[in-house]
């Protein structure tokens, strides 16, 4: 089992810049790929970044390229550099943990196990 706790979000205006955290714990953490959801109000929770357990292979939405990178820190963090923001990236931010890149990126939202408590991210226009 692994515990995540996001951090670094907050109030930006559009065009700003915000650095999430996802802080885990948990000797198995550095087996696991990771992954960045974002939760808007009224809709379905949505994979914007994600990152396998070597760092080697990384997933970006469409919405996101070019805006947003995700990297694995050190032995126990996660990050996701977010620029060029928009008033569409406003949500609640969590943070993921499973065995492989593939499930994050193939597995119904819902079915996920290991999640953060999210972090919010506003961005005014």
């Known amino acids: 089992q692994v515990q995540l706790v996001e951090s670094g979000g907050g109030l930006v205006q559009a065009g700003g810049s915000l650095r999430l955290s996802c802080a885990a714990s948990g000797r198995t953490f550095m087996s696991y790929a990771m992954g960045w959801f974002r939760q808007a109000p009224g809709k379905e929770r949505e994979l914007v970044a994600a990152?396998?357990?070597?760092?080697?292979?990384t997933y970006y939405a469409d919405s996101v390229k070019g805006r947003f990178t995700i990297s694995r820190d050190n032995a126990n963090t996660v990050s996701l550099q977010m620029k060029d923001l928009t008033p569409e990236d406003t949500a609640v931010y969590y943070c993921?943990?499973?065995?492989?890149?593939?499930?994050?990126?193939?597995?119904?939202?819902?079915?996920?196990?290991?999640w953060g408590q999210g972090t919010q991210v506003t961005v005014s226009s």
């Open positions: 993921n943990a499973e065995k492989s890149i593939i499930i994050i990126r193939t597995t119904e939202w819902t079915r996920l196990t290991n």
């Open positions: 990152v396998s357990w070597s760092g080697g292979t």
